[in-house]
């Protein structure tokens, strides 16, 4: 079992920027690939980034590729989230999810997610 906190949302303007943080208790994050998530008001919930267990590989969605880095470092059981270049359509509440599969842009890999961090950009 594993615990996830996400934190770091807030209000930004447009073109700004906020690092998102989840840090995991329980077991060590090492032993899981992790995603973000977001879901917007009235929408369902959509896929932003994943990095993997070790191999530091990353996935993007096509809509935050260059703006948004995942990264992870587990000796501080911590995966972030770098958001630059923010616009509007980023609002949305902003999930983190630990995955015992490979990395993944499904949110059904998940095992775990966190409690969400409330990002919103204004224009």
């Known amino acids: 079992q594993v615990q996830l906190v996400e934190s770091g949302g807030g209000l930004v303007q447009a073109g700004g920027s906020l690092r998102l943080s989840c840090a995991a208790s329980?077991?060590?994050?090492?032993?899981?690939?992790m995603g973000w998530f977001r879901q917007a008001p009235g929408k369902e919930r959509n896929f932003v980034a994943a990095?993997?267990?070790?191999?530091?590989?990353?996935v993007y969605a096509d809509s935050v590729k260059g703006r948004f880095t995942i990264s992870r470092d587990n000796v501080k059981n911590t995966v972030y989230l770098q958001m630059n270049g923010l616009k509007p359509d980023d609002t949305a509440v902003y999930y983190c999810?630990?995955?015992?599969?490979?990395?993944?842009?499904?949110?059904?890999?998940?095992?775990?997610w966190g409690q969400g961090t409330q990002v919103t950009v204004s224009s």
């Open positions: 999810a630990a995955s015992q599969l490979l990395v993944t842009a499904s949110p059904t890999s998940y095992n775990y």
């Open positions: 329980g077991r060590t994050l090492s032993s899981y690939s």
């Open positions: 990095i993997a267990r070790s191999t530091r590989s990353t």
